[in-house]
């Protein structure tokens, strides 16, 4: 299906090469023949440093309105010590996944020739709005001998269903139909308890994914031992950070990694990211690779309405073979518009 309209896309194109490859993104998704209406919203270390904004709530509600969001990358260069750890991570990418409700996390692997998991397709459904990252805690008589940290992690009933309800949906599409859920039910009772009974009543809808479950530590082995286990992995939104590292790792680093920030009830705007950060250190020399934006960008034409062009532009990446350090931006991304 084409919708019959323009989409109406924010693009945050970040810092470092962010740009660059958010740049190359957009020239693919528009040799597919895809129309969007961008505007560029100017976000990140740099704009942080420049004027001290990081995510004001008036361009949170504007950003909510568009149909969709792409961003690059964010983040300082590595040494540079002028932002304080967390500043952008929770006042920018948590304020917008808190913010437009991106319950889903959404990340896709294949494994590329030559990784540890080569030719195996998984995915990874991760809650993105509660769990530890919901900030509950607090310290008590901080920088004292008696001092007290809790970090508690939120997992509510609404919140865990959505995200596996997605999942289920995610799996019931595969060729063969498994979903795994990866917790550690053995020592976080209440929290395993709750996502376990979710998955057990959900899977009654869904006759067809063959479920299983493992236990985080032991997920972390058979990623890297027997990846071709996977179809998709749901999982909490720690676990699922953690895990979505390692699977890059076993796929072929994270250069390949897209992610979806997705707000599946669309009440708010869904945002699509490579998993990938700034690389400061090859600003400007045309050695970004763009293969993580534009497999980002594959996600977001789908939840657009735009399935086939998404799955070209996922093919293209899937089929692409060139030397990735001799063809840089511009040669990958020529290549890629030429197997459209
Ligand atoms: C990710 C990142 C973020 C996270 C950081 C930057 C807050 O690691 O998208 O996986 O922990 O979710
Ligand atoms: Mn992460």
């Given at each position: 299906?084409?919708?019959?309209?323009?989409?109406?896309?924010?693009?945050?194109g970040?810092?470092g090469?962010?740009?660059?490859?958010?740049a190359?993104?957009?020239?693919?998704?528009?040799a597919?023949g895809?129309?969007l209406a961008?505007?560029?919203?100017?976000?990140g270390?740099?704009?942080?440093?420049?004027?001290?904004?990081?995510?004001d709530?008036?361009?949170?509600e504007?950003?909510?309105?568009?149909?969709?969001?792409?961003?690059?990358?964010?983040?300082?260069?590595?040494?540079?010590?002028?932002?304080?750890g967390?500043?952008l991570?929770?006042?920018?990418?948590?304020k917008?996944?808190?913010?437009?409700d991106?319950?889903?996390?959404?990340?896709?692997f294949?494994?590329?020739?030559?990784?540890?998991a080569e030719?195996c397709?998984?995915?990874?459904?991760?809650?993105?709005?509660?769990?530890?990252?919901?900030g509950?805690?607090?310290?008590?008589r901080?920088?004292?001998?008696?001092e007290i940290?809790t970090?508690g992690s939120?997992?509510?009933?609404f919140g865990?269903?959505?995200?596996?309800?997605?999942?289920?949906e995610?799996?019931?599409t595969?060729?063969?139909?498994?979903?795994?859920?990866?917790?550690?039910?053995?020592?976080?009772?209440?929290?395993?308890?709750?996502?376990?009974?979710?998955?057990?009543?959900?899977?009654?809808?869904?006759?067809?994914?063959?479920?299983?479950?493992?236990?985080?530590?032991a997920?972390?082995?058979?990623l890297v031992?027997?990846?071709?286990?996977y179809?998709?992995?749901?999982?909490?939104?720690?676990?699922?950070?953690?895990?979505?590292?390692?699977a890059g790792?076993?796929?072929?680093?994270?250069?390949?990694?897209?992610?979806?920030n997705?707000?599946?009830?669309?009440?708010?705007?869904?945002?699509f990211?490579?998993?990938?950060?700034?690389?400061?250190?090859?600003?400007?020399t045309?050695?970004?690779?763009p293969?993580?934006?534009?497999?980002?960008?594959?996600?977001?034409l789908?939840?657009?309405g735009?399935e086939?062009?998404?799955?070209?532009?996922?093919?293209?990446?899937?089929?692409?073979d060139?030397d990735?350090?001799?063809?840089?931006?511009?040669?990958?991304?020529?290549?890629?518009?030429?197997?459209?």
């Amino acid at each position: 299906m084409t919708n019959q309209h323009t989409h109406r896309v924010a693009v945050i194109g970040g810092d470092g090469i962010g740009p660059e490859v958010t740049a190359a993104a957009l020239a693919v998704i528009a040799a597919a023949g895809v129309e969007l209406a961008t505007t560029n919203y100017d976000l990140g270390a740099a704009r942080y440093l420049r004027d001290g904004v990081v995510l004001d709530d008036a361009t949170l509600e504007e950003l909510r309105g568009f149909d969709a969001i792409l961003l690059g990358a964010i983040g300082p260069a590595i040494g540079d010590t002028r932002i304080p750890g967390g500043v952008l991570e929770r006042g920018l990418l948590l304020k917008m996944r808190f913010g437009l409700d991106l319950y889903v996390n959404y990340r896709p692997f294949h494994g590329v020739a030559g990784s540890i998991a080569e030719g195996c397709t998984f995915s990874i459904v991760r809650e993105n709005t509660e769990g530890p990252y919901a900030g509950e805690g607090g310290t008590l008589r901080r920088a004292t001998a008696h001092e007290i940290a809790t970090q508690g992690s939120v997992n509510t009933r609404f919140g865990v269903e959505r995200c596996v309800r997605y999942a289920f949906e995610r799996a019931s599409t595969l060729s063969n139909p498994r979903l795994t859920l990866v917790h550690k039910t053995n020592v976080l009772t209440f929290a395993g308890d709750l996502w376990s009974r979710v998955v057990t009543e959900v899977a009654r809808e869904y006759p067809a994914v063959a479920v299983d479950y493992n236990h985080v530590d032991a997920a972390c082995i058979y990623l890297v031992e027997n990846p071709g286990r996977y179809g998709v992995i749901v999982t909490d939104n720690l676990f699922g950070d953690i895990l979505s590292d390692l699977a890059g790792a076993v796929t072929g680093g994270i250069g390949y990694a897209a992610s979806a920030n997705l707000n599946p009830a669309r009440t708010g705007a869904s945002m699509f990211e490579p998993v990938h950060g700034a690389a400061h250190d090859i600003v400007g020399t045309g050695r970004a690779n763009p293969l993580a934006a534009v497999s980002s960008a594959a996600l977001m034409l789908e939840h657009l309405g735009e399935e086939a062009a998404a799955r070209r532009l996922s093919r293209a990446v899937a089929d692409f073979d060139g030397d990735v350090a001799t063809l840089g931006t511009a040669g990958i991304t020529a290549q890629l518009i030429e197997r459209l």
